[in-house]
C-alpha cells in the first residue's frame, strides 16, 4: 500500500492551493478516505473524510467551509482544494486509508502560508 501526497507548496494568505493524494494496492473506491495536517508543535488534527462512493463528506469545524474534500476512483486519487488560506492553515497534509479495524496514513506534503 502507498499513499502519496502532494501538492504542498507556499502560499500567500488569501490564496488557494490543490493537494492531491495517489493511493496504490488496495480497493480505492471501496473505502472512506481522510485528511489530516500537523502544524509545527501541535498534535495530527483531521480536517476531512470522504466515503467510497464519494456522496457523504464530513469536515472540522476549524475548516469553516474553506476546504473541499473530493476523489476520483477512476484514477485511486484523493484531492483536497483549500482556499482562503491564513497562516494558521500552515502544517503538514496527509492522507489516511480508513479501513476497519485500523488506518494508514502516507507521507504529507508541506503548505507554508505567509502573511
Known amino acids: 500500500v502507498q499513499l502519496q501526497a502532494s501538492g504542498g507548496g507556499l502560499v500567500q494568505s488569501g490564496g488557494s492551493l490543490k493537494l492531491s493524494c495517489a493511493a496504490f494496492?488496495?480497493?480505492?473506491?471501496?473505502?472512506?478516505m481522510s485528511w489530516l495536517r500537523q502544524a509545527p508543535g501541535k498534535d495530527l488534527e483531521w480536517i476531512a473524510s470522504i466515503e467510497g462512493d464519494g456522496k457523504t463528506t464530513q469536515y472540522a469545524h476549524s475548516i469553516n467551509g474553506r476546504f473541499s474534500i473530493s476523489r476520483d476512483n477512476a484514477k485511486g486519487t484523493l484531492s483536497l482544494q483549500m482556499n482562503n488560506l491564513n497562516p494558521d492553515d500552515t502544517a503538514v497534509y496527509f492522507c489516511?486509508?480508513?479501513?476497519?479495524?485500523?488506518?494508514?496514513r502516507g507521507q504529507g506534503t508541506l503548505v507554508t502560508v505567509s502573511s
Open positions: 489516511r486509508w480508513d479501513y476497519t479495524g485500523g488506518f494508514r
Open positions: 494496492g488496495f480497493a480505492f473506491s471501496r473505502y472512506r
